[in-house]
């Protein structure tokens, strides 16, 4: 099994420092850079790209609300007309940066309340779909496994890779268990290790109930803003290795 291991990365501005881009870029095979929008900046987006160049990994833009005080996190009411140009302007300015500086962009993954927002309302899913079509429909739509998100990417005909969480808890009807609920977020290599390898045993998601959601998956994310997300992801590329899956960047995920 060829698979993908990603993190969302970029997401520092300012003074502000989130995550530890420089060494997870030398983990993981995809990086969805932050857009300045829930976090990111020029500056930021610059040096994450330029470190995927080094080591090969994908990179992919990485929208989210407009939200920087709630990283994004919150639930936004937006127009159709709202969120399509939002999309539409965070993506392509991304794109730009990375064209730039020579190491293009592959791949699209909203985030936080976005992402969670359109996994459930077909609508919202639709427009984000179309917004990325837009953009540019050679981009890959990375996007929850069994989510409203994932068929709305299918049906604007742009390529969707299904992913799934290292180190969070699954509903029994596929969607993540909200943050504000106790476990809903996994803490430590050992929890994560532990949940990827059900997952891949079971070939779909396992829930908190321990039923299994059978689906195909390409990529594996490791929330890159996590204390022990750095410790995660190498475990996590080890262990891959070592059940026999070679990790890949996100396009090659999809070559079979």
């Known amino acids: 099994m060829k698979i993908n291991l990603n993190a969302d990365l970029g997401e520092s501005f300012g003074p502000y420092v989130i995550g530890n881009d420089e060494a997870l870029l030398g983990v993981v095979g995809a990086a969805n850079i932050a857009c300045g929008f829930h976090g990111g900046d020029p500056v930021v987006i610059a040096r994450a790209i330029a470190r995927a160049r080094e080591t090969g990994a994908s990179i992919g833009a990485h929208p989210g609300h407009a939200d920087l005080q709630g990283f994004g996190r919150r639930a936004m009411t937006l127009s159709e007309g709202e969120l399509r140009h939002s999309v539409l302007y965070q993506v392509s300015a991304v794109a730009g940066m990375a064209r730039a500086l020579g190491h293009p962009l592959t ?113 594996i994310c490791v929330h890159g803003d996590g204390a022990e997300a750095l410790d995660t992801a190498r475990a996590l590329r080890e262990a891959l290795a070592s059940w026999g899956h070679a990790p890949v960047t996100l396009p090659e995920s999809l070559a079979g």
């Open 107 to 219: 791949h699209v993954k909203p985030h936080g309340a976005m992402n969670n927002q359109a996994c459930a309302d077909r609508a919202m899913a639709d427009t984000i779909a179309r917004a990325v079509a837009e953009a540019d429909p050679d981009l890959i739509l990375l996007a929850p496994a069994l989510s409203e998100l994932a068929a709305a990417g299918e049906a604007a005909g742009l390529r969707v890779a299904l992913e799934v969480f290292a180190d969070r808890t699954y509903e029994a009807d596929g969607s993540l268990t909200p943050r504000a609920r106790p476990g809903s977020v996994l803490h430590g290599r050992d929890e994560a290790l532990g949940h990827v390898k059900r997952m891949i045993e079971a070939s779909g998601i396992v829930t908190r109930e321990g039923e299994t959601l059978k689906t195909p998956f390409h990529s």
